[in-house]
Nanobody, 123 residues
Framework: QMQLVESGGGLVQAGGSLRLSCAAS????????MAWFRQAPGKEREFVAA????????EYADSVKGRFAISRDNAKNTVYLQMNKLRPEDTRVYYC????????????????WGQGTQVTVSS
């Protein structure tokens, strides 16, 4: 079973930046598409960004296009989410997730999840 551990969340002022990391272990990382989701209390978990196993394809939610960037370092078994120009509405718990091979945007398609890391953006 793959294990995912997020880190890098915290408190930041509006307009600032954070870089989230997700370290994976337990299975072959290279062959997994990776994604970031986020969730607010009482709301459905929503898609943020995804990256293919090769790193050659990415997808972003409209709300974060141009501000967030997903990347991966397969040698380190780590996925990153660089978040720039943060807004108060970005305040959420952020989760990384993994599935074999192809990118999908649906939460239910992902097999493995991290514990989440809190991002809070002050106005």
């Amino acid at each position: 079973q793959m294990q995912l551990v997020e880190s890098g969340g915290g408190l930041v002022q509006a307009g600032g930046s954070l870089r989230l990391s997700c370290a994976a272990s337990g299975r072959t990382f290279t062959n997994y598409a990776m994604a970031w989701f986020r969730q607010a209390p009482g709301k459905e978990r929503e898609f943020v960004a995804a990256i293919s196993w090769s790193g050659g394809s990415t997808e972003y939610a409209d709300s974060v296009k141009g501000r967030f960037a997903i990347s991966r370092d397969n040698a380190k078994n780590t996925v990153y989410l660089q978040m720039n120009k943060l807004r108060p509405e970005d305040t959420r718990v952020y989760y990384c997730a993994a599935k074999p091979w192809a990118i999908v945007l649906r939460t239910t398609e992902y097999d493995y999840w991290g514990q989440g890391t809190q991002v809070t953006v002050s106005s």
